[in-house]
């Protein structure tokens, strides 16, 4: 799937894994597609770690593929794991779903706004990102692959003490 120098996953191959996986997802319109795309938005109606506990079994599949830009994870233990440390560094997370698509091939992709108050940086105020998750459900309702696009620059590293003003610095100079 990869290359060994490289550290980046093929995400075409493992999207095209992940469909082998689970060749059939809901059917459009039915209960199981309209639950699981419910319990994937309510499950960051906040971001918080009891939350996540509570909520990640009926959210994510066992085998979940999850790739948030920042970090690669596979399975459901290994997302609660790092979710949570996630979790317990922000202040606040929440995203809000503006939109939300259904592809030819039963997946979707959704369009949101993040806004995240950091416990150490940016002062504790808001900071806001936008981006967009294409996500696969099992037969279940279950996400089984997950894609996340975002500027990890702005919604994040810009806060961040020296690493902020250097990401600021080479903005003005492009």
């Not at 794991?81 to 779903?97: I, K, M, N, P, T």
Request: proline share 5%; with cysteine; aromatic share 10%.
């Amino acid at each position: 799937m990869n290359s060994p120098e490289s550290t980046t996953p093929d995400v075409p191959a493992v999207l095209d894994e992940v469909r082998r996986w689970h060749p059939q997802p809901p059917v459009a319109g039915s209960a199981a597609e309209a639950e699981g795309l419910a319990r994937f938005q309510q499950f960051f109606q906040p971001l918080a770690p009891e939350r996540i506990e509570q909520l990640i079994e009926r959210t994510y599949g066992q085998d979940v593929y999850f790739n948030d830009t920042l970090k690669v994870v596979r399975g459901r233990v290994a997302l609660r794991d790092y979710l949570l440390d996630s979790a317990q560094g922000a202040a606040e997370c929440r995203v809000l779903f503006d939109e939300v698509t259904r592809t030819a091939v039963g997946e979707h992709h959704l369009r949101w706004r993040m806004m995240i108050r950091f416990k150490r940086f940016a002062g504790g105020r808001e900071t806001w990102s936008t981006g967009m998750s294409h996500i696969r459900l099992s037969a279940h309702g279950l996400v089984v692959y997950q894609q996340d696009y975002w500027n990890a620059a702005d919604g994040l590293f810009q806060h961040i003490p020296i690493l902020g003003g250097a990401i600021r610095a080479i903005k003005r100079r492009l």
